[in-house]
């Protein structure tokens, strides 16, 4: 009610102010006259509009009411036409709000565990990774670390090592012991299994050699040997692997012994020993990606998209298989 009384003295001054216009009284009272009345009506206008703007709109103040009396008051004649006409439509004739399309959900707390997913991801670490690089909150980035526990070795130790630069201390300490444990605990089963071989049998050395081969594998592939203690460890497993395989071992120790010397740079010993490990009746989809790469290595790109495609499908459609699928198509 109030606004309405408001808009009527608006309404009864800016008329009031145009009247002026019409009269013989000099130039000087005819401009105060009008200033005067073109003011009052653009205040009382301002007062009245700002009442019936929805409540996010008439904040803060004074500057709201003081915005919509400028706008009337320094356009002259036409300027408080112009508010209400600009105004009133939108108050009184809002456009239709359309069917929200996606809904606003807060930030989910990391888990402590990482969450296995049901349906073959798309993506690998990345998404630990991220807030290790750019969670500004150190207890996010501890419960991105204690997220890898659950995680594959191959996947958790970059994540491990990227934390190994964290600015905070509690990160850089729990990446480094949760490597050392990982890096401890393979040594511990290769330094028992080494006091086992003197006493050993010969058939059960070649078994001991055999998970010797492993041990020191898992080493270099899980990336906690670098550079020439990586060479060192890598050929101390070819080694074990070869005496394995002389003492009859056979069967997965051939493709480990095959993944061994491909790392090494040895193809041609690879490839041997991928032939001998088919024939020994391992899985072909096992096979098939390092006899790509070993086709790659050798130049034999043609070989390449054939055993690529012999993979099972679902291989196929996961990571890192799917980019190379469609690469060499």
């Given at each position: 009610m109030f606004s309405k009384l408001l808009f009527s003295g608006a309404l009864f001054f800016e008329v009031g102010s145009w009247v002026t216009l019409t009269t013989h009284l000099p130039d000087l009272q005819v401009a105060l006259l009008y200033v005067v009345s073109h003011g009052i009506a653009c205040a009382l206008l301002a007062g009245a509009i700002w009442l019936v703007l929805p409540a996010r709109y008439r904040q803060p103040l004074p500057w709201s009411p003081l915005f919509i009396f400028s706008i009337a008051f320094f356009v002259p004649l036409i300027g408080a036409i112009g508010v209400i006409a600009a105004i009133f439509p939108a108050l009184y004739l809002p456009r239709k709000r359309e069917?929200?399309?996606w809904q606003a959900v807060g930030i989910p707390h990391l888990p402590f565990r990482a969450q296995t997913n049901l349906h073959s991801p798309t993506f690998g670490d990345s998404g630990l990774q991220d807030v290790l690089r750019h969670a500004p909150d150190p207890d996010?980035?501890?419960a991105a670390l204690l997220s890898t526990k659950r995680m594959p070795g191959k996947e958790a130790?970059?994540?491990l090592k990227l934390a190994l630069g964290d600015p905070s201390d509690d990160v850089r300490l729990l990446a480094y012991s949760m490597l050392d444990k990982q890096e401890s605990d393979i040594n511990l089963r290769i330094q028992s299994t080494l006091e086992q071989l003197p006493s050993a049998s010969s058939q059960k050395a070649g078994a001991l050699h055999g998970t010797l081969a492993r041990w020191?594998?898992?080493l270099a592939y899980l990336g906690l040997a670098q550079g020439s203690v990586q060479q060192h460890v890598l050929g101390q497993a070819?080694?074990?692997?070869?005496?394995?395989l002389q003492a009859g071992e056979g069967g997965e120790l051939l493709l480990l012994a095959g993944r061994i010397a491909l790392e090494c740079g040895?193809?041609?010993?690879?490839?041997q020993r991928m032939h001998q490990a088919q024939e020994a009746g391992i899985d072909p989809a096992?096979?098939?990606?390092f006899s790509a790469q070993i086709a790659f290595e050798t130049g034999r790109y043609s070989e390449i998209p054939?055993?690529?495609?012999?993979?099972?499908?679902?291989m196929q459609e996961r990571p890192p298989f799917a980019g190379l699928v469609r690469t060499w198509s």
């Amino acid at each position: 009610m109030f606004s309405k009384l408001l808009f009527s003295g608006a309404l009864f001054f800016e008329v009031g102010s145009w009247v002026t216009l019409t009269t013989h009284l000099p130039d000087l009272q005819v401009a105060l006259l009008y200033v005067v009345s073109h003011g009052i009506a653009c205040a009382l206008l301002a007062g009245a509009i700002w009442l019936v703007l929805p409540a996010r709109y008439r904040q803060p103040l004074p500057w709201s009411p003081l915005f919509i009396f400028s706008i009337a008051f320094f356009v002259p004649l036409i300027g408080a036409i112009g508010v209400i006409a600009a105004i009133f439509p939108a108050l009184y004739l809002p456009r239709k709000r359309e069917d929200q399309l996606w809904q606003a959900v807060g930030i989910p707390h990391l888990p402590f565990r990482a969450q296995t997913n049901l349906h073959s991801p798309t993506f690998g670490d990345s998404g630990l990774q991220d807030v290790l690089r750019h969670a500004p909150d150190p207890d996010q980035r501890l419960a991105a670390l204690l997220s890898t526990k659950r995680m594959p070795g191959k996947e958790a130790v970059p994540i491990l090592k990227l934390a190994l630069g964290d600015p905070s201390d509690d990160v850089r300490l729990l990446a480094y012991s949760m490597l050392d444990k990982q890096e401890s605990d393979i040594n511990l089963r290769i330094q028992s299994t080494l006091e086992q071989l003197p006493s050993a049998s010969s058939q059960k050395a070649g078994a001991l050699h055999g998970t010797l081969a492993r041990w020191y594998w898992e080493l270099a592939y899980l990336g906690l040997a670098q550079g020439s203690v990586q060479q060192h460890v890598l050929g101390q497993a070819g080694e074990h692997a070869e005496l394995a395989l002389q003492a009859g071992e056979g069967g997965e120790l051939l493709l480990l012994a095959g993944r061994i010397a491909l790392e090494c740079g040895e193809v041609e010993k690879a490839e041997q020993r991928m032939h001998q490990a088919q024939e020994a009746g391992i899985d072909p989809a096992k096979i098939s990606p390092f006899s790509a790469q070993i086709a790659f290595e050798t130049g034999r790109y043609s070989e390449i998209p054939g055993l690529l495609k012999s993979l099972p499908q679902d291989m196929q459609e996961r990571p890192p298989f799917a980019g190379l699928v469609r690469t060499w198509s």
